[in-house]
């Protein structure tokens, strides 16, 4: 058995979990087939979703019961998350003594209530993650990107959290002259490439970080048989004013009028939301709702549709766009700054926020699927699955844990 590895993880409070999560049940799932004795604070919905994804390991408990739905949207509902983060920050701190010296601490996320704990922990070796940049207090002050809040106080939380913990987070293995501990080890894990250069500013070395992708499910992924393209476009997503839902059902009525026999399907739970725009636009018979679907039905519904639409406004490191390309569907995105360092020419781009080109572009992407022409056959696509796969980034995570040595030595 290895080292014991402990994620604090604070953040989950609901067992509907988001991509960052996905992330850390992986990389979690990665160490303990590769010997590591896990161990996870967080809350009772952790301990749930912990249970349901069959991830080994211990739960030391950081609240008395899960926070009641809220809607986050809402300034009550904000204030209630705070809280509810804060109370399962301050039982974290009080169950340190469970971090020996010679254990690793990982911060899941780069929000205070994770990072602070494992700074304030004795373990020589620490870990965060940067899964993506925050808004600067510019942008959140003229509300120039997409996903700023409307009161912007989470926005503001977000960036000063985000500000705060990676600068103590780097700050943690300068050595001190009158502190004659061990030297802290300290490794950064980022998910996009755009990240390094602030992290260097920061101070953090080349070998102190290391740059790790979102993750795909290429194995069931391939295990999905080929499907008949039924659905001339897809798309995925949630009711979000970043995610350009205007555009889309723009685009769908433009193609819904172009191209003969037009079918579409959206995958989520929006139906409510968007079925009276479907409705008004005359679209009930050409577009289907697939509501909430697990993964293999999503990958099977991404095989029988003939184009990805993705017409967000802002993204960070869109695992979706990645799907859509295993499953050998072609995507239409607007070009934001984040899409190409990370899929280069696998997305048929078009400039922000031109939408007459967008559907455009989406209207020939369908048209050449239709007569049989797929762009991403002639494509590296088995590189782009071998250097995104789960089991390559479990590797690299692993060997960030490597670098970090055995803990038992003085430094």
Request: hydrophobic residues 40%.
């Amino acid at each position: 058995m290895l080292s014991k590895l402990h994620f604090v993880t604070n953040g989950v409070f609901t067992t509907s979990i988001a991509g960052g999560d996905i992330h850390f049940l992986k990389l979690a799932e990665g160490a303990a087939k590769a010997g590591y004795e896990l161990n996870f604070f967080g809350g009772h919905a952790l301990s749930e979703v912990i249970e349901k994804h069959q991830v080994p390991g211990a739960v030391t408990l950081t609240d008395n019961a899960k926070l009641p739905t809220v809607n986050p949207e809402t300034l009550g509902g904000q204030f209630a998350m705070f809280r509810d983060f804060y109370a399962r920050y301050r039982r974290t701190l009080a169950q340190l003594r469970r971090i020996q010296p010679e254990d690793l601490a990982y911060a899941v996320s780069d929000y205070w209530f994770d990072v602070l704990p494992v700074l304030h922990s004795s373990a020589r070796r620490k870990l965060m993650v940067l899964h993506m940049e925050a808004p600067t207090l510019g942008q959140i002050i003229t509300r120039s990107r997409p996903d700023v809040d409307p009161r912007r106080l989470a926005s503001l939380h977000y960036w000063a959290s985000q500000e705060y913990s990676l600068r103590q987070f780097c700050a943690c293995a300068r050595p001190a002259r009158w502190k004659p501990e061990p030297q802290i080890r300290r490794h950064l894990l980022y998910l996009h490439p755009l990240m390094a250069r602030r992290l260097k500013k920061l101070g953090v070395r080349d070998e102190e970080m290391s740059l790790l992708s979102y993750g795909l499910e290429v194995g069931p992924t391939e295990a999905v048989p080929e499907q008949q393209r039924k659905y001339d476009a897809v798309w995925i997503g949630r009711v979000h004013r970043q995610k350009g839902l205007e555009d889309l059902l723009a685009s769908l009525q433009y193609l819904g009028q172009r191209l003969p026999d037009f079918r579409a399907i959206i995958i989520g739970n929006v139906r409510d939301a968007l079925l009276p725009e479907i409705e008004r636009r005359g679209l009930t018979r050409q577009v289907e709702f697939s509501g909430f679907v697990r993964e293999e039905e999503k990958i099977r519904l991404f095989k029988s549709s003939r184009c990805f639409l993705m017409p967000s406004k802002h993204e960070g490191s869109p695992r979706v766009i990645g799907e859509s390309v295993i499953a050998a569907t072609p995507v239409v995105a607007y070009e934001l700054p984040n899409y190409r360092p990370l899929f280069g020419d696998f997305v048929r781009y078009v400039p922000p926020f031109d939408l007459v080109a967008f559907q455009q572009t989406a209207e020939r992407e369908i048209q050449r699927m239709r007569s049989g022409e797929n762009y991403l056959q002639k494509m590296d696509l088995a590189g782009f699955k071998r250097e995104n796969s789960w089991e390559t980034t479990q590797q690299k995570f692993l060997a960030a844990l490597a670098c970090l040595g055995s803990g038992l030595d003085h430094g």
